[in-house]
C-alpha cells in the first residue's frame, strides 16, 4: 500500500496562509501588500527560514555537520568531543600497561581485563636485581594512585622469563651486514614477545608542546597490554619484513631451551614471558647470501644487539617544539651574536658618544615608565596568589571574581556558594575570606585535579575534588576526631539537668546585648577549657542534638546575673524555648564574657566541621573473593548528624557536587548516616582498612542493609 503523502510547501504557498493571518492579528488594519513594507519583508523572512528548514530535512546528518572538504568543525557546530561532556579521565589497560611499565622497579607489566567488568588482571616481571616482592608492590602501589573509581584489580601476578632458541633461514641482500641484521631479527622478536611494538608505525617518536598540553598520554610508550605468544611466529613476520636487508624469510621456529612444569602456570599469580636469547656459540639462525650460507660472530650479534637496545631507548626521548629554538627569526640558532643596544641607536646619538646616549635613554625611560604606569597593579591583580586588605569589601570581591575568572581560563566553574547552610560556622566577613582562601587553593591544585579527574588518588582524585569544593575533609573517621577532644557521641545520652530557671532572668537593656556579638575568627578553646565551660556533657558523652546546639550562636545568652557581685553571665540554652539552662561562665566585665562566648561556640563549631568527613567506598573494592559486586557503583558516606550534615541546604549542594564532580560511567549514591549508623559503620571502616580478614564483606553487608542495594 502506499501512503498519499502531502505536497511540499512551498514559498509561495505559506506567504498566501501568512498574509490573510497578519491581516487578522493587526485588527484588518494592514492594507500596504507591498515588498517595501516592513510587515511583508518579517513575513518572507519566516516563509523563507521554514522552507530552508524542510529543505534541510532533506539531507543527510552527515552533509550538515561536515563542510567542503569533508571537515569536521566542532566549535563551529556548538559540539563538544568526549573528553568535554563526560567528567571522567578514561584510563584503560594499554594506558595502564604503558604507565605501570614506566616504574624504575620492574621491567615490564602486563594487563587484561579480568573476567568481571571492572576488574584487571595485572602480572609484572621484575626489573633486574629488584626482588618480586618489591616490584609487585611498587605495581600495586602506583595502580592504586591511577585507577578510576569503580575498578580494581585481581592480585597483581608476577611474570616468570621463559628463553626460547631461535632458529629458522633467512636470505640477505648482497650489501646487508650479517650481524647487524642478525641482531635486529633477534631485537624485534624480543620486542613482539613482550608486547612492545615492534614495526614502527605505533606512538610517536617524540612530543611538542602542544601534545604535552593537549594529549599527554599520546607520549607515553607504545606498549601492548598483554605478551606475545610463542606459539605464533607469523606475530612477527610483518616486523622482520620491515628490517632493510632481508630478502624473504623460509621458516623460524622458537622453542623452549629447558623444559617446564605446565602445572606451575596453572597456579594463581604465576604469567608466563618469552625471550630470546641471543647465541653464546654458533647461531642457529642461519642468513644465506644467493643460497650459499654466511658466517655469524656471536661476538658481533650482541654487540649490534646492544646498539639496537640504546638506540630504542634514546627514540623515546621528547622533541621540543621547534619554535623553541627560534631566536629573532625562524631558523636562527641561540648562540648567534647579537649587536648592543647603543649600536642600534640613531646615528647622531652614537657620534657624540656618552651624553647624548644617557640623555636618549633618559628620554625612552620616561616614555616607557608613562606607558607602564596603568599598567603597574596587572601583576598582582592577576597573580593566582595575593594578599588583599582583609578588611576591604570592595578588594575582596574583586579578587573573587578575577580568580574565577583564572579558574575559568582552566575550563572549570565555581559552584555557587551563596546558600548559607554551607557558611553555618562563618560571619559574614568569614565567609568573604574564604571564598578567597578557597578559590585560591583550588586554583593551585587544578592542574593536578584535572590530570587525576575521576581517579582514586588519594590527593587529588574524584573524592579530594570533591571534599574541597563541599568544604569537606577526607574521611579519617569523625569517631577519631571527637576522642581528641575526649568527647563520645552517644545518641542516648541525657545530659545534666539545667539548673538555670528562664524565669529568673533578667533581660539586659539594651535588649540586643543578651546575644554574642560574634567577633571575626576568634582562637578557640582548647580540649579542657571546653569541657570546664560545657556543663551539658555528662562523662565525656554527648547526644548529636546538643554537638549540633552547641555550634548554634544563637544558643548562647548573656544575662546580668542573679548577684551584682558576679556581674554577667553566659548561659547556653540547649533548646530553643527551653525552661532552664545551663551556666557557663560568670564575669563582670561583659566584653571579655562575650569573647568567651565566642571562643565556646567557636570551639563548638570547629568540632563539628571536624567530623563533616567524606568517604567513597567503592562496591568492587568490597567484593572479597566473591565476583558478585556491582561495577561503578559507589557509595558517599556522609555525616547527617552535625550541624550542617542536618541541613537541608548543605546536603542539596553536597549532592549536586556530586553529580558534577563523579565520572558519568560511575553511580555515586549518597548516603547521609546519623549517628547510630556511624557507631555501627565506623568500626566496620577501621577493620576494612586495616585489611581485617572478612572485614570487607561485612561493611559491605551493612552498606546493602542500611543504604540498600546499588543498582
Not at 609484572?124 to 591511577?146: H, Y
Not at 583564572?406 to 568569614?430: C, F, K, N, W
Not at 578557597?438 to 579527574?453: G, M, Q, S
Not at 563523579?662 to 566496620?684: E, G, N, Q, S
Request: glycine share 8%.
Amino acid at each position: 500500500m502506499t501512503e498519499d503523502l502531502p505536497p511540499p510547501i512551498t514559498f509561495a504557498a505559506l506567504m498566501a496562509e501568512a498574509t490573510p493571518a497578519a491581516q487578522r492579528a493587526s485588527g484588518r488594519i494592514w492594507t500596504d501588500y507591498n515588498t517595501h513594507d516592513p510587515g511583508v519583508t518579517f513575513l518572507e523572512q519566516t516563509a523563507f527560514a521554514l522552507t530552508e528548514i524542510a529543505y534541510r530535512a532533506d539531507h543527510p546528518v552527515r552533509d550538515h555537520l561536515t563542510a567542503a572538504p569533508e571537515a569536521f568543525d566542532l566549535d563551529a557546530l556548538a559540539l563538544f568531543g568526549p573528553r568535554a561532556v563526560l567528567p571522567g579521565r578514561p584510563v584503560t589497560a594499554l594506558d595502564l600497561a604503558a604507565c605501570l611499565s614506566a616504574l624504575p622497579e620492574v621491567a615490564r607489566v602486563f594487563v587484561r581485563p579480568a573476567g568481571a567488568r571492572g576488574l584487571y588482571e595485572i602480572a609484572v616481571l621484575p626489573g633486574e636485581g629488584t626482588p618480586a616482592a618489591t616490584a609487585i608492590d611498587a605495581v600495586a602501589a602506583a595502580f592504586e594512585g591511577m585507577r578510576l573509581i569503580g575498578t580494581d584489580t585481581l592480585p597483581v601476578a608476577l611474570a616468570e622469563t621463559r628463553w626460547l632458541d631461535l632458529a629458522g633461514r633467512i636470505s640477505i641482500g648482497p650489501m646487508a651486514k650479517p650481524e647487524a641484521i642478525a641482531a635486529e631479527v633477534y631485537h624485534v622478536v624480543n620486542l613482539v614477545l613482550m608486547g612492545l611494538d615492534a614495526t614502527g608505525t605505533g606512538g610517536r617518536r617524540g612530543a611538542t608542546r602542544a601534545d604535552l598540553f593537549d594529549e599527554p598520554a599520546a607520549i607515553w610508550p607504545p606498549v601492548q597490554a598483554e605478551p606475545g605468544d610463542p606459539a605464533r611466529p607469523d606475530l612477527v613476520l610483518a616486523a622482520l619484513e620491515r628490517i632493510e636487508g632481508i630478502e624473504n624469510v623460509h621458516e623460524l621456529r622458537l622453542t623452549e631451551t629447558a623444559p617446564h612444569d605446565d602445572r606451575r602456570l596453572a597456579r594463581p599469580g604465576i604469567v608466563a614471558v618469552h625471550e630470546v636469547r641471543l647465541p653464546a656459540g654458533a647461531a642457529r639462525l642461519d642468513l644465506t647470501l644467493d643460497g650459499a650460507p654466511v658466517p655469524l660472530d656471536p661476538h658481533g650479534i650482541a654487540e649490534e644487539y646492544g646498539r639496537l637496545t640504546a638506540a630504542r631507548i634514546a627514540g623515546q626521548g621528547n622533541r621540543l617544539d621547534p619554535r623553541d629554538f627560534d631566536v629573532a627569526f625562524a631558523g636562527r640558532p641561540r648562540a648567534a651574536g647579537r649587536l648592543g643596544v647603543d649600536a642600534t641607536l640613531p646615528a647622531i646619538y652614537r657620534i657624540r658618544g656618552g651624553e647624548r646616549i644617557a640623555s636618549y635613554r633618559g628620554m625612552i625611560d620616561a616614555t616607557l615608565g608613562a606607558m607602564a604606569a596603568p599598567l603597574s597593579a596587572l601583576p598582582a591583580r592577576y597573580a593566582a596568589r595575593a594578599v588583599p586588605d582583609p578588611e576591604d569589601a570592595v578588594a575582596l570581591r574583586e579578587r573573587r571574581e578575577m580568580l574565577d575568572y583564572l579558574i575559568a581560563l582552566q575550563g572549570e566553574e565555581m559552584p555557587d556558594t551563596g546558600q548559607t547552610g554551607l557558611h553555618a560556622y562563618r560571619s559574614a566577613a568569614e565567609r568573604l575570606r574564604w571564598d578567597i582562601a578557597w578559590r585560591e587553593a583550588y586554583l593551585a591544585r587544578l592542574p593536578d585535579f584535572d590530570f587525576h579527574k575521576g581517579t582514586a588518588h588519594p590527593e587529588f582524585g574524584a573524592a579530594a575534588r570533591l571534599a574541597h569544593l563541599c568544604d569537606l575533609s577526607p574521611w579519617t573517621g569523625p569517631v577519631v576526631a571527637l576522642a581528641a577532644a575526649g568527647l563520645t557521641l552517644a545518641p542516648g545520652a541525657d545530659a545534666p539537668e539545667a539548673p538555670v530557671p528562664r524565669s529568673d532572668l533578667t533581660l539586659p537593656d539594651p535588649a540586643h546585648d543578651l546575644f554574642l556579638t560574634r567577633r571575626s575568627a576568634p582562637a578557640p578553646l582548647g580540649a579542657s577549657d571546653l569541657a570546664a565551660l560545657s556543663p551539658w556533657i555528662a562523662d565525656g558523652r554527648i547526644s548529636p542534638a546538643l554537638l549540633r546546639r552547641a555550634a548554634s550562636a544563637e544558643a548562647y545568652l548573656l544575662t546580668p546575673g542573679d548577684d551584682p557581685a558576679d556581674g554577667w553571665q553566659l548561659l547556653f540554652e540547649a533548646v530553643p524555648g527551653a525552661p532552664f539552662l545551663y551556666r557557663c561562665a560568670t564575669d563582670r566585665d561583659r566584653a571579655a564574657l562575650d569573647r568567651l562566648g565566642t571562643r565556646l561556640c567557636r570551639a563548638w563549631q570547629d568540632l563539628n566541621r571536624a567530623c563533616e568527613q567524606l568517604l567513597l567506598v567503592e562496591d568492587i573494592r568490597l567484593r572479597g573473593a566473591g565476583r558478585g559486586f556491582a561495577e561503578a557503583s559507589v557509595w558517599a558516606l556522609l555525616p547527617g548528624w552535625t550541624a550542617r550534615g542536618a541541613d537541608p541546604a548543605f546536603r542539596r549542594h553536597v549532592e549536586d557536587m556530586i553529580l558534577r564532580v563523579a565520572p558519568a560511567h560511575v553511580h555515586v549514591r549518597p548516603v547521609w548516616l546519623d549517628a547510630d549508623a556511624l557507631a555501627d559503620l565506623a568500626p566496620r571502616i577501621a577493620g576494612w582498612q586495616a585489611g581485617i580478614d572478612g572485614a570487607a564483606a561485612d561493611l559491605r553487608a551493612a552498606l546493602r542493609q542500611d543504604g540498600g542495594p546499588l543498582e
